[in-house]
Structure formats: C-alpha cells, structure tokens
C-alpha cells in the first residue's frame, strides 16, 4: 500500500478574516477547530502515515496553550512556518519520513472535504504522481484597472480553480521545491509545472472552500452538514466542547 504524509499549511496572516483572538485555522467550527476538521479527514485514512501542521512562530504559545492535548491525542506534528507559504510547506516537507511515497498539501482553512474526493485526488497521484483538486470557472472573468474599471473581459475556456489537496510523489515535490529560484508560487502545483511535469486535475466541488473571511465559516458550517464527519472522538470528549474554542 502506497503510504502519505499531508502537510496543512496554518502559518499564514488571516488579514482578512479580522479576528482580535484567532487566525482562521483555530477558529471554531462546529465545535471544534478549523484544522482539527481538515486534519481528521486525512488520520481517518489508513494509507496516511503522518499529518504536519504547520503554524507561525507568534502562534505557538497560544496554539500551546488551547491545542496540546488535541495534538498529543490527533498524533499531529507541529512545525514552524516561514515567511511565505512555500517556506512552511518547505519546513514541513524536511520533518517527511523517508519511507513515505507521496505528500499531500492541504489548506488547514479548507475543512469542508469529503472522503470520495480525496481517495479520487490520491489515486490520480498514485497513477501519474501529480494531481490536485480543482473546479472549473464557471462565473464571468473580468481584468480590473486600478482604477477599478474593467479592461476586458477574460475567456474562461480551459480555466479551472485549484483547490487542496495537491497530492505528489515525494521526490517529486522535493525536487519542485530544490528548483524553486525565485518564482513566487502560490501553489505547489506551480512549483511542479516549472519542472516540466504534468500535473493532472481531478474534479473537486464549491463545497470544498477555503475559510478567508468570518463570513465564510456560516457557510462552513453549512456546507458540513451535507458531509460525514469522520470525527476521532465524539461530542463527549472534553476537547470538543464548545467553550474549549472560546
């Protein structure tokens, strides 16, 4: 059986969620927190060996105090991020175990991820060793000046959304990462087109939304209630109540 290690990036900002006690990852959502929902989707798979999660260093008291025993429960390994995305999945990617065939990214702030959907971007990466998450445009692209008025309206022919998880072969996104220079990637996926290697595309679903703003987790929410909640520990667990997120 191939074997993964998800890495789920924590460490950014949250500048547009604007909440004065937490970044989105440790939010609550349905009584738990944010990446709690995104990690337990991956530790309820038997061909995942390890999850790594990624935060800032700033965070880490805090993260400390309000998620230790849920780390030490989960098996999650925390690692400190870097000053972009691709240097905190860089750190996590050097904390991967080396028996391990393939490494999953996922966006800690995406939790609304139904098991099909990951068994399909999986198998896609078993059978060409790159694949992510995507669903095609379908709304009305337009380019904006900065003057906020339309410069033209863009074809969305063959335009598609990347989402999480961006699933590879692990020497595969060692190599993408070993040959990053200084493009400024915003996904993994990226990183692995520059060295020329087809990056196949599984369709995803809207459900599978990233958390940006607070607005955002009322539709979470929502969109939880239409999928199985492989949850590790029940409603009982003196960390899933509801004001140990307060």
């Known amino acids: 059986m191939a074997t993964f290690a998800v890495i789920l990036p924590a460490a950014g ?25 995104s990690a337990e989707k991956f530790l309820a798979r038997d061909d995942v060996k390890q999850v790594i999660l990624v935060i800032d260093d700033e965070d880490r008291d805090e993260f400390q105090a309000r998620f230790a025993a849920n780390v030490a429960i989960l098996g999650v390994e925390v690692v400190s991020g870097g000053a972009e995305r691709a240097d905190s999945v860089l750190n996590a990617l050097a904390r991967v175990r080396a028996d391990i065939d393939y490494v999953a990214v996922h966006d800690a702030a995406r939790p609304c991820l139904a098991a099909e959907w990951i068994e399909r971007v999986f198998e896609a ?14 709304g009305t692209l337009k380019r904006v000046g900065a003057d906020k008025c339309i410069q033209e309206t863009v074809r969305r022919d063959g335009l598609w959304e990347a989402q999480t998880p961006q699933v590879f072969r692990r020497q595969l996104l060692l190599d993408a990462y070993a040959r990053r220079g200084t493009l400024a ?9 520059q060295l020329g290697h087809p990056v196949r595309v599984v369709p995803g679903s809207p459900i599978n939304l990233k958390i940006t703003t607070k607005e955002d987790l009322h539709l979470a929410a929502q969109a939880l209630k239409a999928l199985p909640k492989p ?16």
């Open 13 to 37: 900002k949250s500048s547009r969620f604007r909440d004065p006690h937490f970044k989105k990852p440790f939010a609550s959502l349905d009584n738990r927190a944010v990446w709690m929902h």
């Open 125 to 138: 990466a078993r059978q060409s060793d790159a694949a992510i998450l995507a669903i095609p445009v379908v």
């Open 185 to 193: 990637a915003t996904d993994d996926a990226q990183l692995v087109e």
């Open 231 to 246: 949850r590790l520990f029940g409603p009982a667990h003196p960390f899933a109540d509801d004001d140990h997120w307060r």
